[in-house]
C-alpha cells in the first residue's frame, strides 16, 4: 500500500473545523494535508503507549513503524486499532525468513509489517464475535479473524483470545488517539489470494488441481476493481445533511462504499472425502474426471471426437485432455482472425469445469455470515424466525456454474449445510428428506497443516474465503428435481455479490443508521437509471419485512435485476415482498409513500447482453393498503375472532373452521394476485399478522433452467413524485408443483 493512501485515511479523522471545510467544497485540502500539520495530543497515543513501555517489548515494531514513516502519524489525532507484537514473538517472525536482526528488513517489509497491524477503527475484544473476521480491514485490506477460546492454566480454566491465530495477552488498552492490542506474535503479512492459500493446503490437493486445470483459478486472482472511483467526500457516512435521504416517515445517511472489490467463498472436499467415494485421483477410471463427466455429461451429450469448431463450441461441446477445441480471436488493430486451441477443460460446458464452478461462490461468507445468525450481538435473526422447526434459516445464491444456484441453510443446531431439506416440522419432508452437506466451522479446524500454521490462521485470505465440506457437491439431478423443487426464496441482500462484498450486508442499527448506494455500472446483476436512486438498507428490529435487509428503489426510477435461474424447467410464480406503507415520505398519517409501478419480465440474450422485456398486466399500485378490497387482506386473528367464542382457546370443531377460512382467504387473494407476508419471519409482528405486510404475484410464466431472466421494476406515478418508493425486501420463485399442488397445498412460511 502506498504511504498517500494512509495519509488520506488519517485526514479523514481531523477535527470537525475540517469537515466544515469539505462541506464548503474545498475538497483538495484533505488530499494536500501535510503529515506534519495534523493535530496532537497531550496525553498518550499508541505511539507513546509503545515507546514508553517499562520492559522495551515493542522495539522491533517500532523500528519497523519508524522504516515505514508512519510511527509520527500514530502520535496525531485519529482512531486507530493498533495489534502490537511483542519482541519475543517478532523474533519468530525473522526467524521464519532467515534473518537474525529486524534491521535486515526492507522498507518494503517493514511497510507491510506495519500496515498488517493497523486497522483505522477502534475495536475492543469485549465487542467482538468469536469466529468471525472484524468489520473493517487492516491497513493491507485484509480482514483478521478475531476468535475466543479457553485453555487451562494452573490447573483452572481461562479465556483465551486469538487474532489470525496470535494470542492477544493484552487487551484493550485505551489510548488517546484508539486502542492497543498486545500480541504475542507478529501477524503473517501475506497477501496471497484465495487459490494461492488453497495450494499449499496438501489435504486438497485434487481439488485445487481441477481448479487450476479448468482455469477457474485464474477467476480467482482478482482482488480490486482499478476501473472503481469515489470522491473522497462520498467514502464516509457525514451527519451534515448532504447524504441525508428521507425514506419513509425515516430519516437515514448514506454512503458510496469506497472501493469495489472481488471476493470469493470455496467449499472444498479433503483429499479423504474423495478417496472414501472411491475417487483416486484425477485421472484414470476412477478419477475426479470421470466421476464429473457422470454427474454433468452421462450420456456423453456433449462430448465429441477430434477439434471442434467454433459452432461446436457454441453448442457446448467438449473434449478430454487428449484433443483441443478451437477459439477465433479477433486481432484488434489489424482485425485479422487467428484460430486459438484450448485445452477442453476450460470449456464451461466440460463437466469437470462444471464440477469445479459449482463449488465457488462470487462472494466471501464466513461461517456465521451465511444465514446471518448470531452476527450482531444486539440483533439475532433467529429470534425473529418464529416457524424454525418448519423451516431452516436459509439463503439461496447463485454460484460460479452458470445457470446453477445453492441452498444453505442454518437448522436449530446451529451447523451450516448445503442444499439441505429437512426441517422436523417441515411438511413437504417425510420421503423427501435431503439431509444435505455439511459445512465445517474452519475457526475449529485443527490438524491441517498449511505453510506450518494450522488452517484456522490461514482461512480469511485477501479475496475470500475456504471451507471444507463433508461430502462431494454436485448440482445433479436429484439436487435440481427433488432438494431445490421448493419455494426459493432470494432476500435483496444477496441478489448482488457486490451488496456482500462491500460489506453492506446485515449491518445492524437500532434506528436511522447508513444505507448504502452503489455507482451506476459497478454492481452485478444491477440496472438502472440514472434518475432511479437506490439504496440497500440494514437491520432493524421493527421493520415489519423479512430480516429487514430490503433495497429501497425511489424517485422516478427505472431498476432491473436479473434473478438467479431456476433449477428446472417449468411454470415459476414471481413473488415481490411488499409493505403498503401508512405514511407518506414527509411522515403524514394515512398517506403512503409506495409507487405505482410498472412489472416486465426479460430475457437475456447471453451473446449479445441485450434483454427483452415483456410487460406484466397492468401497472401495480404498492400504496393499496392491504385491507382494501382489491387485496381483501382480514388478519387470521380477526377471522379467529369471528368464529370462536374464545379464540385464543377455540373447541376442536371452531379450530377447523378457522383453519377453513384461512385456506379460503388465503386462496381469493391468491386469485387476485396477492399472499399474505410469511409467519416464518417477524418484524415488530408476525408478518403474517401484519396487515399491510403482504406478497404481490410479479409475473406466471414458463422459465428455462438455461436462461437469464431479468425483472425490471418503471414507476408510473405520475411525473415530479420523486418521494416514491417501492421496497424489495424479497423475491420468490416458486414452481407450480408447490404452489399449485393439490395433495400438499404450499406453507405459510
Not at 466471501?364 to 434459516?393: G, R
Not at 399500485?621 to 377455540?650: H, S, T, Y
Request: with cysteine; charged share 25%.
Amino acid at each position: 500500500m502506498n504511504k498517500s493512501i494512509f495519509r488520506k485515511m488519517f485526514a479523514k479523522c481531523l477535527l470537525p473545523s475540517m469537515a466544515v471545510c469539505m462541506m464548503l467544497g474545498v475538497q483538495s485540502c484533505l488530499d494536500e494535508y501535510a503529515p506534519g500539520q495534523y493535530y496532537t495530543f497531550t496525553g498518550n497515543t499508541v505511539a507513546g503507549f509503545l515507546r514508553d513501555d517499562a520492559d522495551g517489548r515493542f522495539s522491533n515494531f517500532i523500528y519497523a513503524l519508524d522504516r515505514a514513516g508512519i510511527l509520527g502519524e500514530l502520535d496525531t489525532y485519529g482512531e486507530y486499532t493498533c495489534f502490537a507484537p511483542v519482541n519475543d514473538g517478532f523474533k519468530e517472525f525473522l526467524d521464519a525468513r532467515g534473518m537474525t536482526s529486524v534491521q535486515e528488513l526492507s522498507d518494503e517489509q517493514c511497510e507491510t509489517i506495519a500496515y498488517t497491524h493497523i486497522i483505522g477503527h477502534l475495536f475492543y475484544c469485549k465487542d467482538l464475535s468469536t469466529g468471525q473476521p472484524l468489520p473493517y480491514p487492516n491497513m493491507m485490506d485484509r480482514y483478521l479473524v478475531y476468535e475466543a477460546d479457553s485453555a487451562q492454566v494452573d490447573g483452572r480454566w481461562v479465556p483465551v483470545y486469538r487474532l489470525n491465530g496470535a494470542e492477544i495477552i493484552e487487551a484493550d488498552d485505551s489510548v488517546s488517539n484508539g486502542v492497543v492490542h498486545v500480541i504475542g506474535k507478529a501477524l503473517n503479512p501475506s497477501n496471497k489470494f484465495l487459490p494461492d492459500i488453497m495450494a499449499e493446503d496438501l489435504s486438497i490437493s485434487w481439488f485445487t488441481a481441477a481448479l487450476e486445470l479448468t482455469g477457474m483459478y485464474d477467476s480467482l486472482v482478482v482482488y480490486m476493481d482499478a476501473s472503481y472511483s469515489i470522491d473522497i467526500d462520498s467514502v464516509e457516512t457525514v451527519n451534515e445533511g448532504q447524504f441525508q435521504e428521507k425514506l419513509g416517515n425515516e430519516t437515514d445517511w448514506w454512503h458510496f462504499p469506497k472501493d469495489r472489490k472481488y471476493k470469493f467463498t470455496a467449499f472444498v472436499e479433503q483429499n479423504s472425502v474423495y478417496e472414501e467415494a472411491g475417487i483416486d485421483g484425477l485421472y484414470g477410471d476412477y478419477g475426479l474426471i470421470e466421476y464429473a463427466k457422470g454427474v454433468y455429461d452421462a450420456d456423453g451429450a456433449f462430448y465429441k471426437d477430434g477439434l471442434l469448431t467454433s459452432e461446436d463450441i457454441k453448442q457446448g461441446y467438449y473434449n478430454d485432455l487428449a484433443k483441443s477445441y478451437i477459439r477465433e480471436v479477433r486481432d484488434v488493430k489489424s482485425g485479422e482472425v487467428r484460430k486459438d486451441t484450448l485445452p477442453g477443460y476450460t470449456n464451461r460446458n466440460h463437466p469437470l469445469n462444471k464440477f469445479v464452478s459449482y463449488h465457488l461462490l462470487p462472494e466471501e461468507l464466513f461461517y456465521n455470515s451465511f444465514n446471518i445468525v448470531d452476527k450482531d450481538s444486539e440483533f439475532k435473526p433467529e429470534d425473529h424466525f418464529v416457524q424454525w422447526n418448519a423451516l431452516d434459516v436459509e439463503d439461496f445464491y447463485e454460484t460460479m456454474m452458470p445457470h446453477s444456484i445453492m441452498r444453505i441453510s442454518t437448522p436449530t443446531s446451529k451447523r451450516k449445510y448445503i442444499n439441505r431439506k429437512g426441517a422436523p416440522l417441515d411438511q413437504y419432508n417425510g420421503a423427501n428428506m435431503v439431509p444435505g452437506i455439511e459445512i465445517r466451522n474452519m475457526a475449529n479446524a485443527t490438524g491441517t497443516l498449511v505453510s506450518g500454521k494450522a488452517v484456522k490462521d490461514e482461512f480469511a485470505t485477501t479475496n475470500g474465503t475456504y471451507h471444507y465440506i463433508n461430502s462431494i457437491l454436485t448440482y445433479d439431478k436429484e439436487t435440481r428435481e427433488k432438494t431445490l423443487n421448493c419455494r426459493i426464496r432470494f432476500m435483496g441482500s444477496t441478489l448482488s455479490p457486490d451488496f456482500i462484498n462491500s460489506g453492506s450486508r446485515g449491518v445492524y442499527h437500532a434506528d436511522n443508521g447508513p444505507l448504502t448506494c452503489f455507482k451506476i455500472g459497478y454492481c452485478k446483476n444491477i440496472r438502472r437509471t440514472e434518475q432511479t436512486k437506490a439504496y440497500l438498507r440494514y437491520y432493524c428490529k421493527s421493520f415489519d419485512c423479512p430480516r429487514g435487509d430490503e433495497i429501497n428503489i425511489k424517485g422516478q426510477f427505472d431498476y432491473a435485476v436479473r434473478l438467479p435461474s431456476v433449477p428446472t424447467d417449468g411454470v415459476y410464480e414471481l413473488r415481490l415482498s411488499n409493505y403498503t406503507m401508512e405514511t407518506s415520505a414527509t411522515g403524514q398519517e394515512g398517506v403512503s409513500d409506495r409507487a405505482i409501478v410498472q412489472i416486465y419480465l426479460g430475457v437475456e440474450d447471453e451473446e449479445t447482453g441485450q434483454i427483452t422485456y415483456t410487460a406484466q398486466g397492468l401497472p401495480l399500485d404498492l400504496a393499496i393498503f392491504a385491507e382494501d378490497p382489491r387485496i381483501g387482506n382480514v388478519l387470521d386473528n380477526d377471522l379467529a375472532k369471528e368464529i370462536a367464542k374464545d379464540p385464543d382457546n377455540p373447541t376442536e370443531e371452531e379450530a377447523e373452521r378457522i383453519e377453513e377460512a384461512k385456506s379460503a382467504l388465503d386462496k381469493a387473494m391468491h386469485n387476485r394476485g396477492y399472499m399474505k407476508g410469511m409467519d416464518s419471519y417477524t418484524g415488530s409482528n408476525n408478518l403474517r399478522q401484519t396487515t399491510n405486510c403482504i406478497r404481490l404475484i410479479l409475473a406466471t410464466d414458463n422459465f428455462r433452467s438455461d436462461t437469464y431472466y431479468w425483472l425490471r421494476i418503471r414507476c408510473v406515478s405520475e411525473q415530479g413524485s420523486t418521494d416514491k418508493v417501492c421496497a424489495v425486501g424479497c423475491l420468490e420463485l416458486v414452481p407450480k408443483s408447490v404452489y399449485d399442488n393439490e395433495f400438499m397445498p404450499e406453507d405459510r412460511h
